[in-house]
Nanobody, 115 residues
Framework: QVQLAESGGGLVQPGGSLRLSCAAS????????MSWYRQGPGKERELVAG???????NYVDSVKGRFTISRDNAKNTVYLEMNSLKPEDTAMYYC?????????WGQGTQVTVSS
C-alpha cells in the first residue's frame, strides 16, 4: 500500500535552514505528482509546494524564493529545502500524493522556527 514517511523537521532559529525528506513506497513514484503541505497552530492545512512528473514546480507565494521542492525518482524521495526560515513557517509539514481513488498523506514532521 502507499506509504509516505517524512523526516528532517526540528527546531531552528529564524534565518536558518532545514531540508525535509519524504520517502515513498507502495506505488510507482516517478509517475505521480508530489506535494508538501503544512498546518500551523490554529490554521488550516495549506499547500506549500508541488512538483509534477516532469519536474515542474509551484509554490505558495509566502515561500517563493526561500523554499525549493525537488524529487529523486531513483530514491523514491521528494525533498523540501527551506531557507531563510521565519517564525510563521512553524507548522507540521506533510507529504502528499494522490491517484484517482484517494489522497495519501504521511504522518508529518514538525518544524519550529524560534529563537
Amino acid at each position: 500500500q502507499v506509504q509516505l514517511a517524512e523526516s528532517g523537521g526540528g527546531l531552528v532559529q529564524p534565518g536558518g535552514s532545514l531540508r525535509l525528506s519524504c520517502a515513498a513506497s507502495g506505488f510507482t513514484f516517478s509517475g505521480y505528482r508530489m506535494s508538501w503541505y503544512r498546518q500551523g497552530p490554529g490554521k488550516e492545512r495549506e499547500l506549500v509546494a508541488g512538483i509534477s512528473i516532469s519536474g515542474r514546480t509551484n509554490y505558495v507565494d509566502s515561500v517563493k524564493g526561500r523554499f525549493t521542492i525537488s524529487r529523486d525518482n531513483a530514491k523514491n524521495t521528494v525533498y523540501l529545502e527551506m531557507n531563510s526560515l521565519k517564525p510563521e513557517d512553524t507548522a507540521m509539514y506533510y507529504c502528499k500524493t494522490q491517484d484517482m481513488w484517494a489522497s495519501y498523506w504521511g504522518q508529518g514532521t514538525q518544524v519550529t522556527v524560534s529563537s
